[in-house]
């Protein structure tokens, strides 16, 4: 029999089995939903538990509340994935076969007989569970082994025993089948006890001794398992068959030329009930003359669906239900071939199930000249070219890993080589474009993991999208022992105190906007004389003194104290990569950014074309002397040809011309950029003043920085244009009497300008990114060498639906998020029905459009 020879011999007593209390209780490093495990046991292995430990708790039930009872994984493996499925599946050894009976009141004396008819006079221990009563017995039945089943022989060897104990009228729940279910020990909560002695309402066990099961060739469960195999893989051939079958007579029903074509008749008329139930996974009874059909959406799991001639007719509530066909005379239900389809292949929306019936046997002619949307675009067939790319090179996924761990290693040896050699060239950048899935991060923590980081002489910063996924990228470096340290910006909450790391943190953002030092302007300023001025919670953030209980509790500046002197791996979100120095005072050694970070330095801003012309030169203060003045006349004299240029820019822009004048060199072009972006970084106003004063200094500075920082803006870019040898830009557009949306402002000429803004290149960097572009990497990177991988597929993309579902149309439609779900749910029984098991839906779908989707069920 198959997996006799994987089996493994049990040492009595030497090994136990995962053991927790209650269902929240994991080990995980990042839970089911996404979310990193703070607790202190994420990445510890779980405790064991023993055969002979288990029997002495049946015989004194804990005393446990619900959701805190002990439960038992009979596993082996007990590593802090254990209870995750497909791990078990994969490396999990089984000791116990178990059973959950929560139905047929059986008494103790007679679950005992049918368990013994299955397995003989093997050992067993029977007791009841908690939420038993008297005239409710509920039952759970573990069975030891007498050698460890392997973790893929799990599954089928328990729906075998369960299907022997069905045959003798035990129903147990099928959920116990899998690999990492826990079976929750012998325990009686208290609310289950009596006041006074504390003894159960009611519990029973019983413990027989005999000899551990053993599954060998001639054992019922073992051949069980093997005809169920077989049905099974019988059953996954027939239903290929049906739809090959099914599919090719689509192709073929081509014919309904006819003016009163009825999709519905032309349906009925080429498929066959039969074939549609079995391929939408009903299940045919063998008695009765095969005419009776079990659904997989029927709770009472009884063959109450019957096909009669050209329709069929359902007795039992799944149709009902589900309200799928009509009702009958006698409160049944009855439909045809088309009703299954509507239901299944379109969320039963029949009016959606006719228009793609006839959409696919009547495909519409080709129009005379090409089709175009509402916006005017060309679409439909020869809108583009037809030619297709190049294949690219396939690589299986064993071949992928090893692909890109090497590319990395070479990517930190050229790191290192180029620290070693003196940086006495450019910094060197690596991309890696491989396909999504492929284990990009995991390989990169990897070879950090092998690689000697000393030698980058400073810092490994990892830059992840957002300050969540940095997080959980933390937490598996911290389990893989290479680093921890996750950045966390003044506006983020600290997660020790659960309030901001700043307690100016929206000060911050707008000192930021203004183009100020946040350090300078809010933390700490060094005057002329030497005395050092500070924000009045500086104490608290540098981790000085405690913070009293109305007081704010800030640790921005304390955030880094816990890092070694020499090199670290750190994590930071893509927003660093923007603002430049954190303040950690840290050397940075390598940049590592984790998928695509290009479009965070894409600008686009409106400046009023008027503003071009503008002075902005103040005269000096009275009594400073002769070199002042002397500087404020140059200024002045710049400034007059730099208003002078500004106005035949603007003139050149509303008439329609280019705006890189002839007769202004790059040069001239560049001074002006440089005599525009002269405002001053540090304001007067200290650090210890009231945050009212601050606020009202850092706006005013704010829009004067903003104006002179677009000005500036614009003659870089047409100092870049001339530097080209372009003649013309399309960073600058005009856009005349415009007005921002829910502006109050009167409309006004502006210029659009367009602009990449610079990516940090001091140091090394490797880029990590599925979508990664040549061009766009040139423009960024000249320098930078591409390596791409492609992983071969391994999924099925099957189209259900042609139409178009945006974010807009969803949010604004209610029928349209109906039909949407009504598609979500085929799928779902689509999925439920398959022959081969269910494996789960995946949506992806926008938050907000999920959240409308929840909204319309009312559970929201």
Same mark, same amino acid.
Not at 653 to 671: I, M
């Given at each position: 029999m198959e997996g006799l020879g994987q089996q493994q011999r049990v040492l009595p007593g030497a090994r136990g089995f995962l053991t927790a209390f209650g269902q929240r209780d994991s080990h995980a490093l990042i839970l089911s939903n996404g979310v990193t495990n703070h607790r202190p046991v994420a990445g510890q292995p779980y405790a064991r538990i023993r055969w002979a430990e288990i029997v002495e708790l049946a015989a004194v039930p804990g005393n446990r509340p619900k959701d805190r009872a002990q439960f038992v994984i009979p596993s082996t493996y007990v590593d802090s994935d254990g209870r995750t499925h497909q791990v078990q599946r994969e490396r999990g050894a089984f000791g116990l076969l178990t059973a959950d009976i929560d139905s047929g009141d059986h008494s103790i004396d007679m679950l005992e007989e049918g368990v013994s008819a299955v397995l003989g006079d093997a050992e067993m221990l029977i007791y009841s569970s908690s939420s038993a009563r008297p005239d409710e017995k509920k039952w759970r039945v573990m069975v030891p082994l007498a050698v460890l089943l392997p973790g893929a022989d799990y599954a089928p060897t328990q729906d075998a025993f369960f299907k022997l104990l069905e045959e003798r009228g035990i129903r147990c729940d099928p959920a116990l089948a899998r690999a990492a279910q826990p079976v929750f020990l012998p325990n009686v909560p208290p609310e289950k006890r009596r006041p006074g002695d504390g003894a159960p309402f009611f519990y029973q066990m019983r413990h027989r001794l005999g000899q551990r099961l053993v599954l060998g060739p001639t054992s019922p469960i073992l051949i069980k398992r093997e005809e169920l195999r077989a049905d099974l893989d019988r059953q996954v051939q027939e239903t290929r068959l049906n739809r090959e079958r099914l599919s090719r007579a689509r192709l073929q029903n081509t014919c309904g030329d006819a003016d009163d074509f009825d999709p519905i008749a032309h349906f009925n008329a080429h498929h066959d009930i039969s074939d549609l139930l079995s391929h939408y996974g009903f299940e045919r009874s063998h008695r009765q003359r095969g005419s009776h059909w079990r659904s997989p959406l029927s709770e009472s799991r009884s063959y109450s669906t019957e096909v009669r001639d050209q329709h069929w007719v359902c007795v039992s509530a799944w149709a009902h239900n589900y309200d799928i066909g009509r009702i009958t005379a006698s409160h049944n239900r009855a439909g045809d071939a088309f009703d299954l389809y509507a239901f299944f292949e379109h969320g039963n929306d029949k009016s959606a199930a006719v228009r793609a019936y006839a959409q696919e046997v009547r495909p519409p002619r080709q129009p005379s000249c090409l089709p175009r949307t509402k916006r005017g675009s060309f679409t439909g067939q020869g809108a583009v070219s037809a030619e297709p790319p190049k294949a690219p090179n396939f690589l299986t996924a064993e071949k992928v890993?090893?692909?890109?761990?090497?590319?990395?290693?070479?990517?930190?040896?050229?790191?290192?080589?180029?620290?070693?050699?003196?940086?006495?060239?450019?910094?060197?950048?690596?991309?890696?474009?491989?396909? &999504?899935?492929?284990?990009?991060?995991?390989?990169?923590?990897?070879?950090?993991?092998?690689?000697?980081?000393?030698?980058?002489?400073?810092?490994?910063?990892?830059?992840?999208?957002?300050?969540?996924l940095a997080t959980e990228a933390a937490a598996v470096a911290e389990a893989l022992d290479i680093g921890w340290h996750v950045t966390r910006g003044r506006g983020a909450n600290n997660p020790e105190t659960g309030e901001p790391m700043c307690a100016r943190a929206e000060l911050a953002e707008e000192t930021g906007r203004a183009g100020l030092s946040v350090k300078a302007t809010l933390c700490e300023r060094i005057l002329e004389d030497g005395d050092v001025v500070r924000c009045p919670w500086y104490a608290i953030c540098s981790g000085e003194r405690q913070a009293k209980a109305d007081e704010p509790k800030p640790g921005y500046l304390k955030q880094w104290q816990g890092l070694e002197r020499w090199p670290e791996i750190r994590f930071e979100s893509h927003a660093y990569l923007e603002r430049g120095n954190t303040g950690s005072g840290r050397v940075v050694g390598l940049r590592i950014v984790d998928e695509k970070v290009w479009q965070n330095f894409l600008r686009s801003a409106y400046l009023p074309l008027d503003d071009l012309a503008h002075a902005g030169v103040k005269p000096p203060p009275r009594g400073r002397g002769r070199k002042q003045a002397k500087?404020?006349?140059?200024?002045?004299?710049?400034?007059?040809?730099?208003?002078?240029?500004?106005?035949?820019?603007?003139?050149?822009?509303?008439?329609?011309?280019? &705006?890189?004048?002839?007769?202004?060199?790059?040069?001239?072009?560049?001074?002006?950029?440089?005599?525009?972006?002269?405002?001053?970084?540090?304001?007067?106003?200290?650090?210890?003043?009231?945050?009212?004063?601050?606020?009202?200094?850092?706006?005013?500075?704010?829009?004067?920085?903003?104006?002179?920082?677009?000005?500036?803006?614009?003659?870089?870019?047409?100092?870049?244009?001339?530097?080209?040898?372009?003649?013309?830009?399309?960073?600058?557009?005009?856009?005349?009497?415009?007005?921002?949306?829910?502006?109050?402002?009167?409309?006004?000429?502006?210029?659009?300008?367009?602009?990449?803004?610079?990516? &940090?290149?001091?140091?090394?960097?490797?880029?990590?990114?599925?979508?990664?572009?040549?061009?766009?990497?040139?423009?960024?990177?000249?320098?930078?060498?591409?390596?791409?991988?492609?992983?071969?597929?391994?999924?099925?993309?099957?189209?259900?639906?042609?139409?178009?579902?945006?974010?807009?149309?969803?949010?604004?439609?209610?029928?349209l998020r109906a039909e949407c779900v009504g598609v979500i749910r085929s799928e779902v029984v689509r999925d439920k029905s398959d022959a081969a098991g269910p494996r789960g839906v995946l949506v992806v779908a926008n938050k907000s459009v999920v959240r409308r989707f929840f909204e319309d069920a009312g559970i929201l």
């Amino acid at each position: 029999m198959e997996g006799l020879g994987q089996q493994q011999r049990v040492l009595p007593g030497a090994r136990g089995f995962l053991t927790a209390f209650g269902q929240r209780d994991s080990h995980a490093l990042i839970l089911s939903n996404g979310v990193t495990n703070h607790r202190p046991v994420a990445g510890q292995p779980y405790a064991r538990i023993r055969w002979a430990e288990i029997v002495e708790l049946a015989a004194v039930p804990g005393n446990r509340p619900k959701d805190r009872a002990q439960f038992v994984i009979p596993s082996t493996y007990v590593d802090s994935d254990g209870r995750t499925h497909q791990v078990q599946r994969e490396r999990g050894a089984f000791g116990l076969l178990t059973a959950d009976i929560d139905s047929g009141d059986h008494s103790i004396d007679m679950l005992e007989e049918g368990v013994s008819a299955v397995l003989g006079d093997a050992e067993m221990l029977i007791y009841s569970s908690s939420s038993a009563r008297p005239d409710e017995k509920k039952w759970r039945v573990m069975v030891p082994l007498a050698v460890l089943l392997p973790g893929a022989d799990y599954a089928p060897t328990q729906d075998a025993f369960f299907k022997l104990l069905e045959e003798r009228g035990i129903r147990c729940d099928p959920a116990l089948a899998r690999a990492a279910q826990p079976v929750f020990l012998p325990n009686v909560p208290p609310e289950k006890r009596r006041p006074g002695d504390g003894a159960p309402f009611f519990y029973q066990m019983r413990h027989r001794l005999g000899q551990r099961l053993v599954l060998g060739p001639t054992s019922p469960i073992l051949i069980k398992r093997e005809e169920l195999r077989a049905d099974l893989d019988r059953q996954v051939q027939e239903t290929r068959l049906n739809r090959e079958r099914l599919s090719r007579a689509r192709l073929q029903n081509t014919c309904g030329d006819a003016d009163d074509f009825d999709p519905i008749a032309h349906f009925n008329a080429h498929h066959d009930i039969s074939d549609l139930l079995s391929h939408y996974g009903f299940e045919r009874s063998h008695r009765q003359r095969g005419s009776h059909w079990r659904s997989p959406l029927s709770e009472s799991r009884s063959y109450s669906t019957e096909v009669r001639d050209q329709h069929w007719v359902c007795v039992s509530a799944w149709a009902h239900n589900y309200d799928i066909g009509r009702i009958t005379a006698s409160h049944n239900r009855a439909g045809d071939a088309f009703d299954l389809y509507a239901f299944f292949e379109h969320g039963n929306d029949k009016s959606a199930a006719v228009r793609a019936y006839a959409q696919e046997v009547r495909p519409p002619r080709q129009p005379s000249c090409l089709p175009r949307t509402k916006r005017g675009s060309f679409t439909g067939q020869g809108a583009v070219s037809a030619e297709p790319p190049k294949a690219p090179n396939f690589l299986t996924a064993e071949k992928v890993e090893l692909k890109l761990k090497k590319q990395l290693m070479d990517a930190l040896e050229a790191a290192a080589k180029w620290k070693e050699g003196g940086e006495k060239s450019i910094p060197p950048v690596t991309a890696i474009r491989a396909s &999504p899935g492929s284990g990009k991060t995991s390989a990169m923590l990897s070879a950090l993991g092998e690689f000697d980081i000393e030698r980058l002489q400073g810092d490994v910063v990892i830059y992840m999208p957002t300050l969540r996924l940095a997080t959980e990228a933390a937490a598996v470096a911290e389990a893989l022992d290479i680093g921890w340290h996750v950045t966390r910006g003044r506006g983020a909450n600290n997660p020790e105190t659960g309030e901001p790391m700043c307690a100016r943190a929206e000060l911050a953002e707008e000192t930021g906007r203004a183009g100020l030092s946040v350090k300078a302007t809010l933390c700490e300023r060094i005057l002329e004389d030497g005395d050092v001025v500070r924000c009045p919670w500086y104490a608290i953030c540098s981790g000085e003194r405690q913070a009293k209980a109305d007081e704010p509790k800030p640790g921005y500046l304390k955030q880094w104290q816990g890092l070694e002197r020499w090199p670290e791996i750190r994590f930071e979100s893509h927003a660093y990569l923007e603002r430049g120095n954190t303040g950690s005072g840290r050397v940075v050694g390598l940049r590592i950014v984790d998928e695509k970070v290009w479009q965070n330095f894409l600008r686009s801003a409106y400046l009023p074309l008027d503003d071009l012309a503008h002075a902005g030169v103040k005269p000096p203060p009275r009594g400073r002397g002769r070199k002042q003045a002397k500087r404020y006349q140059e200024r002045a004299a710049q400034a007059a040809d730099r208003v002078k240029a500004g106005m035949e820019v603007a003139a050149a822009l509303r008439a329609g011309e280019s &705006p890189v004048l002839p007769h202004y060199s790059e040069k001239d072009f560049a001074d002006f950029a440089g005599d525009e972006d002269q405002l001053p970084t540090i304001l007067t106003t200290l650090p210890n003043a009231r945050d009212e004063e601050l606020a009202d200094a850092i706006a005013l500075v704010r829009q004067a920085r903003n104006t002179s920082r677009l000005c500036a803006m614009t003659w870089k870019i047409l100092s870049d244009a001339k530097a080209k040898g372009r003649t013309d830009t399309e960073r600058l557009a005009f856009l005349p009497s415009w007005q921002a949306p829910h502006s109050t402002k009167p409309p006004s000429d502006v210029v659009n300008l367009r602009w990449l803004a610079p990516f &940090p290149s001091d140091v090394p960097t490797i880029l990590l990114d599925a979508d990664a572009d040549p061009k766009i990497l040139d423009q960024m990177h000249g320098n930078a060498l591409m390596h791409e991988i492609d992983m071969a597929p391994n999924t099925e993309v099957i189209q259900v639906e042609d139409r178009l579902f945006s974010n807009k149309s969803l949010l604004d439609g209610r029928k349209l998020r109906a039909e949407c779900v009504g598609v979500i749910r085929s799928e779902v029984v689509r999925d439920k029905s398959d022959a081969a098991g269910p494996r789960g839906v995946l949506v992806v779908a926008n938050k907000s459009v999920v959240r409308r989707f929840f909204e319309d069920a009312g559970i929201l």
